[in-house]
């Protein structure tokens, strides 16, 4: 919600791995505020293409002291003021690790913090030691592990501790299949199983500065893309997906990102699934790096990276909790790959629906 007359001039921001679909809706909110010049450093062919940025570079794909190496050279070549990862990946990790040998500043959680949260068991055990709902679950160390889970459940939902996107994830009855996902994987002691819960999600998005929340949106989805060909029906991809407002899940997302991060810095959001009982329980706090989203809520009106940027500059931010999920009323953001995404409001969601009967 910030007019672009006011972004900050001539602020130069070094986003790495750009052309994912995060980076480039992380490059496009800065466009749209205005004021903001961003160089673009990709590892593949594919990435670099598709980046949207000012300035693009492609490096080899390198071992860890020689990206920092490469990133600090760009940094001073291009006067940068603020490093940004903008995918959970290898670089990211890089990034956090050895943020100390930068020259140029990144805007990130305490590393242990970071690290913590980067693990969705850790993270579990912060939430259930708070006594927040959380969907119970169990670290797969061994095949008993995988029985017991099973016997209690039902059906159980496997995934790595680690990674984003739904990676190693799958929804399964059935011990052969469970077993043999885990073998495949090399996933013991790296695999959780959790009780199954419904399709329905929510994410709550937010950007903090030393234990403060300064702005925030939560938004649900309403459908995975491609969800078929995924053995979990999760692809990581949201194909469509509304704003909210639901204080109660407000305040649950806000206690669970105190309950796992010990300073809340920088970008930090949550991830939920709902239960059959209509409650929503957390399955994620996402550290360290927005959700391609976010070129959404910059369109209805709340520009995350914008205030993400001024924050770490120090200059003006709304202190008055005019940005902490500002976007009340509902509006619709539809996506895909290779199309270019449509907003939409809920009264042309519904004249389309009464039309056509389906969503």
């Known amino acids: 919600m910030y007019p672009s007359s006011s972004s900050p001039p001539d602020f130069t921001v070094l986003v790495l791995t750009s ?11 800065l466009r749209r505020a205005g004021g903001y010049r961003t160089i673009g450093v990709d590892t593949t062919l594919d990435d670099y293409l598709a980046s949207e940025a000012d300035e ?38 890089v990034i956090s690790r050895n943020r100390e040998h930068l ?16 693990d969705k068991w850790q993270t579990y055990v912060r939430l259930r030691d708070a ?14 592990d995988l029985e017991r889970s099973l016997v209690e459940h039902g ?27 885990v073998d495949a994987g090399n996933g013991w002691g790296r695999f959780t199983a959790a009780e199954r819960l419904s399709a329905r ?15 925030s949106q939560l938004r649900e989805r309403t459908a995975w893309k491609y969800a078929h060909l995924s053995p979990s029906g999760v692809t990581g991809i949201t194909s469509g997906q509304k704003t909210v407002w639901d204080e109660g899940l407000h305040e649950l997302a806000v206690a669970c990102v105190r309950a796992v991060i010990d300073r809340p810095h920088g ?32 369109a209805v009106g709340i520009n995350l990276p914008d205030v993400y940027c001024r924050l770490h500059q120090g200059t003006s931010s709304p202190r008055d909790g005019s ?37």
């Open 19 to 29: 052309g994912d679909g995060t980076g480039v809706s992380f490059v496009r909110c």
């Open 56 to 93: 693009r570079v492609l490096l080899p794909s390198v071992d860890d002291d020689r990206l920092i190496d490469a990133v600090n050279h760009l940094s001073a070549k291009h006067d940068v003021d603020l490093v940004y990862a903008a995918d959970t990946n290898d670089v990211l990790n």
């Open 103 to 118: 020259i140029r500043p990144s805007f990130l959680p305490d590393l242990a913090d970071h690290l913590r949260a980067e």
């Open 131 to 144: 006594g927040l709902p959380v969907p119970q679950t169990r670290l797969v160390v061994t095949e008993e």
């Open 155 to 181: 059906s159980i939902w496997l995934r790595r501790t680690t990674g984003s996107g739904g990676a190693g994830s799958l929804a399964t009855d059935s011990f052969a299949l469970a077993q043999a996902w």
């Open 201 to 215: 999600t929510a994410t709550f998005s937010g950007v903090w500065y030393d234990g403060d929340l300064f702005a």
């Open 267 to 298: 970008v930090i959001g949550v991830d939920f699934t709902y239960g059959d009982d209509g409650r929503p329980y957390p399955t994620e706090v996402q550290p360290a790096r927005f959700y391609s989203s976010v070129d959404f809520l910059a």
């Open 323 to 359: 940005l902490i999920n500002p976007v009340r009323t509902t509006m619709y953001w539809f996506k895909a790959v290779d199309k270019l995404p449509l907003l939409l409001s809920a009264e042309d969601v519904d004249a389309i629906v009464g039309r056509t009967g389906q969503i």
